[in-house]
Structures are given as structure tokens and as C-alpha cells.
């Protein structure tokens, strides 16, 4: 999963929200409170987001979350329901559908086939 590139002439607004989502991924953002963070109105940093980047702030935040938990999937031993807490999710079913729907397959199939397949597998997913 590729999270689109921010273009250089939106990144002082949408890099603060950026930022804060990056650095607590688990918390639990609303488009205002990034809003403030930017220093913009809701509906003007809603709209510079989805400019800057293609897709809304919540949904940058969810397809981030599942690239976290992808990675901590593969690299670490954590369990499934550690690892959804770990990147924002309350509950460990929604976790696993939002993965699935994301991947393609559960993570704990995810997890196992990760771990066995060849590197280039780990590095494309």
C-alpha cells in the first residue's frame, strides 16, 4: 500500500497534521483537531489534505495505520491485538477486516507468509 506523496507547495499546512498522525498513529485524530494543528479551518485544511495528497486525513490515517501494522506484522512477534492497538484500532475484528480488505488476506496469514516467503515479498508488501 502506497500513501500518495505530499507536493512541496502544501507541505507547511498539511505537514504539521502529517507529522502528529506519524508520530502517534494510535491516537484518536478527528479532522478538527489536525485542522488546528495545521493552523487552518476545517473545511480549508480538509480541502489543502486532499489537494496535497489525493485522499481525505482519515483515510490517509487508516491506510497509514495498516502500512504500520503490515510492517510490525512482518518484523515483529507481537500478537494480533497488540498490534491493532499499537496502530489505533480498539478491537481486534475490526482490525483484521480493515487488514483484509486492505491486503487481501487476515494477518495472521499475512504474518505467516511474510516470514516464509522469499525477501522480495517483505519489501513489496
Known amino acids: 500500500m502506497d500513501l500518495p506523496l505530499v507536493p ?13 498522525m506519524r508520530a502517534d498513529p494510535a491516537r484518536r485524530w478527528t479532522v478538527a483537531e489536525l485542522a488546528r494543528r495545521a493552523g487552518l ?39 494480533l491485538a497488540r498490534v491493532a492497538a499499537l496502530v489505533g484500532y480498539a478491537c ?7 487488514f483484509k ?13 511474510a516470514r516464509t516467503a522469499a525477501p522480495a515479498f517483505r519489501a513489496a508488501a
Open 92 to 98: 481486534e475484528f475490526a482490525f483484521a477486516k480493515a
Open 41 to 79: 479551518s476545517r473545511a480549508a485544511f480538509a480541502r489543502r489534505f486532499k489537494e496535497a495528497t489525493g485522499i481525505s486525513p482519515l483515510r490517509w490515517l487508516a491506510e497509514h495505520r495498516l502500512t504500520l501494522a503490515a510492517e510490525r506484522l512482518r518484523t515483529s512477534g507481537l500478537t
Open 101 to 113: 480488505r486492505a491486503y487481501g488476506l487476515p494477518p495472521g496469514v499475512y504474518r505467516r507468509r
Open 8 to 20: 512541496p507547495a502544501s507541505l507547511p499546512h498539511v505537514a504539521r497534521a502529517l507529522d502528529a
